[in-house]
């Protein structure tokens, strides 16, 4: 009887599990919703393009690593360390790229509120054509991004 009551209840979790299929990212070959080769060419353009504006050296003006290092002085979640390719795999992976998360980098750095934005104040914003070339990748890597295909005979209630 508890066998049974045990597959009763199962039954439908693994039939739900095989008929949705994996979530997009979880396939072999593919991380964060990017190809392997995606993966590090973006990886390339990240510590190229975006991780010299992340990890801004001056004294005066407090750069993104001058806050979000792994040590105790960091009351954020959002740890840079490592590589920069290392970096951007976990900002990849952790959803710091997606269109629609509030704490997203580009959410962050082009927030209107300085009590939002980063870095804080009293350090510079970020220029026009930083934003700009901050927005271009974030674009660009959310368009090369593999979406996961319908389930065959599966409707939209849209």
Known sequence: MRHAMRLAFLGPIMTLTLVAGAPP???PGVAGGL???DRVAFA???TRGIWPLMAEPSLTEKGCL???RNDQSNTSPLVFSGSPSAVFASLLDEGYFDRNNPSAILTRVAHKND????????????S??????LRTFVAELNARRIREEP???Y????
């Open 44 to 46: 390339d353009r990240f």
């Open 66 to 68: 001058a806050c979000h």
């Open 151 to 153: 389930v065959e005979g």
């Open 25 to 27: 990212g979880s396939a």
């Open 35 to 37: 190809t392997d080769a």
């Open 155 to 158: 409707r939209s209630s849209r």
């Open 128 to 133: 026009r054509a930083e934003l700009k070339t």
């Open 115 to 126: 009590r939002y934005r980063m870095p804080p104040v009293p350090a510079r914003s970020w």
